[in-house]
């Protein structure tokens, strides 16, 4: 190698290490943030969701359309996914 590359990948390593350095506080939560997302909130306490054009709908009602409206259940296994192998 030429030390043109060596010293292209020597920058490159020291420029990496120092965005990591740099952006890593950005990254972390405090020890108050992560035990907050980790204890579960009761719905009455989680107030309401955005869901875009249907508006804003309280976290209670959509439990209760949930509990009344369950997913359908379906019969058996799920069908076998079809694998396809296709050339480079």
């Known amino acids: 190698m030429d ?8 920058a490159s390593l020291v420029v990496s290490i120092l965005i990591a350095v740099v952006a890593f506080p950005f990254a972390t939560v405090t020890r108050a943030e992560l035990d907050a997302s980790q204890t579960a909130t009761p719905a009455e306490q989680m107030g309401e969701l955005d869901l875009g054009e249907f508006g804003r709908v309280m976290i209670l009602d959509l439990v209760d359309y949930y509990i009344e409206n369950p997913p359908a259940a379906t019969a058996g296994e799920a069908p076998a996914r079809q694998v396809r192998f296709q050339g480079c």
């Open 3 to 10: 030390r043109a590359s060596i010293l292209f990948c020597a």
